[in-house]
T-cell receptor, first 112, second 116 residues
Framework: GDSVTQMEGPVTLSEEAFLTINCTYT??????LFWYVQYPGEGLQLLLK?????DKGSNKGFEATYRKETTSFHLEKGSVQVSDSAVYFC???????????FGTGTSLTVIP | KAGVTQTPRYLIKTRGQQVTLSCSPI?????VSWYQQTPGQGLQFLFE???????NKGNFPGRFSGRQFSNSRSEMNVSTLELGDSALYLC???????????????FGPGTRLTVT
């Protein structure tokens, strides 16, 4: 079945460090891929998405490229800020329905 | 435009009781999905409703049920609560019109259920 695997956390970085959170997926067909972010006490917010192979999603300095050959959608940011501290979820959705499959989440803490 | 609202935000119940959680989607959104979030299992899909019909269902026991009303508001019910049902229950809504996938899901803040 469809599934998403993302790197275990927690991740702790210093401000302005480079961030990579790995995400790989298993799915039949051509899923759409997403990164969601959850700040403390809040629901999830869409960070970025990509709908087909080689698409690059980007938002707020975060980027992720849909790599079909490696079934991956790694999240990157060149210079993290304290305000980026949150839990990040990788997710997929297939075009046959509105069901999302989420990874287990990666907690990021950025220290000044 | 108001976001997804969920009530109540916090709930404490005892084993064996039942509970009903409510979700009001964003105006105009016709699809409502429910998720259970726990530290060990992450986010797990419970079910999705569209136009008062359950369209998709995750792998949860029959104690978990839901419904959607004509105004797209949704409720989920858990009967005979177990300790393992303690979790954050998230509701997400999305607009569903024919055309481009994927439909972004907008999440509410969740209902924190504690079963003692």
């Amino acid at each position: 079945g469809d599934s998403v695997t993302q790197m275990e956390g927690p991740v702790t970085l210093s401000e302005e460090a480079f961030l990579t959170i790995n995400c790989t997926y298993t799915a039949t067909g051509y899923p759409s891929l997403f990164w969601y972010v959850q700040y403390p006490g809040e629901g999830l917010q869409l960070l970025l998405k990509a709908t087909k192979a080689d698409d690059k999603g980007s938002n707020k300095g975060f980027e992720a490229t849909y790599r079909k050959e490696t079934t991956s959608f790694h999240l990157e940011k060149g210079s993290v800020q304290v305000s980026d501290s949150a839990v990040y979820f990788c997710a997929l959705s297939r075009d046959t329905g509105n069901q999302f499959y989420f990874g287990t989440g990666t907690s990021l803490t950025v220290i000044p | 435009k108001a976001g997804v609202t969920q009530t109540p935000r916090y709930l404490i119940k005892t084993r064996g009781q039942q509970v009903t959680l409510s979700c009001s989607p964003i105006s105009g959104h016709r699809s409502v999905s429910w998720y259970q979030q726990t530290p060990g299992q992450g986010l797990q899909f419970l079910f999705e409703y569209f136009s008062e019909t359950q369209r998709n269902k995750g792998n949860f026991p029959g104690r978990f049920s839901g419904r959607q009303f004509s105004n797209s508001r949704s409720e989920m019910n858990v009967s005979t609560l177990e300790l393992g049902d303690s979790a954050l229950y998230l509701c997400a809504s999305s607009v569903w019109t024919s055309g481009d996938f994927p439909y972004e899901q907008y999440f509410g803040p969740g209902t924190r259920l504690t079963v003692t």
